[in-house]
């Protein structure tokens, strides 16, 4: 990837809105200073990509508030040889960054049209290391499980069943969880087959909308 006129703001990102508030993972850090998150936003919000909040990307959906991302990405708490699932691709902002830090990468997305602009935006910024693959994510995706650790972007009623059943041994998975309009961000670490859960405090994201999640686009 080349050094780009952002790299600035990016810097001024990771220091004030994310290390200040307490995410100290130095992979987690260097991954954020090094992914073009402006190559991520849609063409008009290019100088808002570095702000402290979420933005739209178009058919009803955001890229998330780089914070929370952050969060997020910390919480897997991943190694390099980890298998990661992400539901919900949007951007492909999130992906990119979990492709830094493990092996392999699957992000599944239900909108064929964000699906192919997040593949784009893969493009445009050099990121190889991750598969999108076009379907509805609180399925999982059984061909690649069980996966080391699993990342839900968008919020559901109850965590989806087979996300924790696809989710290995000793993998963790991070999830908003509760009513459509804010939840509760919770942790799940899978020990000899029992899940721990881990409350990581409120959140306000879109609806995951699928079999195992909520029904309905009618308030989307
Ligand atoms: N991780 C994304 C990023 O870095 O830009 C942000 C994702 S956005 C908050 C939530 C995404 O979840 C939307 O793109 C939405 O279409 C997708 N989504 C909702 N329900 C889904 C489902 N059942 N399976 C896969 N994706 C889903």
């Not at 790299?7 to 954020?32: C, N, S, T, Y």
Request: glycine share 10%; hydrophobic share 40%.
């Amino acid at each position: 990837m080349e050094t780009d006129p952002c790299q600035g703001e990016r810097e001024e990102m990771v220091e004030f809105q994310i290390r200040a508030r307490g995410i100290g993972d130095p992979r987690v850090l260097a991954a954020m200073r090094k992914i073009p998150r402006h190559l991520f936003v849609p063409k008009g919000y290019e100088r808002a990509a570095y702000e402290d909040q979420p933005l739209p990307i178009g058919e009803g959906q955001t890229i998330s508030q780089p914070y929370i991302v952050a969060v997020m990405t910390e919480q897997l708490e991943l190694k390099p040889q980890d298998r990661v699932l992400e539901v919900g691709t949007g951007s492909g902002y999130q992906a990119a960054l979990l492709a830094e830090l493990a092996a392999t990468v699957i992000s599944i997305e239900r909108l064929e049209d964000l699906a192919d602009r997040a593949q784009q935006n893969f493009d445009r910024a050099g990121v190889t290391g991750v598969r999108v693959v076009v379907g509805d994510g609180t399925q999982g995706y059984p061909p690649e499980a069980p996966y080391d650790a699993i990342v839900v972007t968008a919020a559901s009623p109850t965590i989806p069943g087979p996300l924790i059943d696809q989710l290995a041994e000793g993998g963790r998975l991070i999830a908003p969880v509760g009513p459509r309009e804010c939840q509760d961000l919770i942790k799940l670490v899978k020990h000899e087959g029992r899940v721990e859960e881990i409350p990581l405090g409120g959140v306000c994201f879109v609806p995951l909308i699928g079999q195992f999640g909520w029904r309905g686009e009618d308030r989307l």
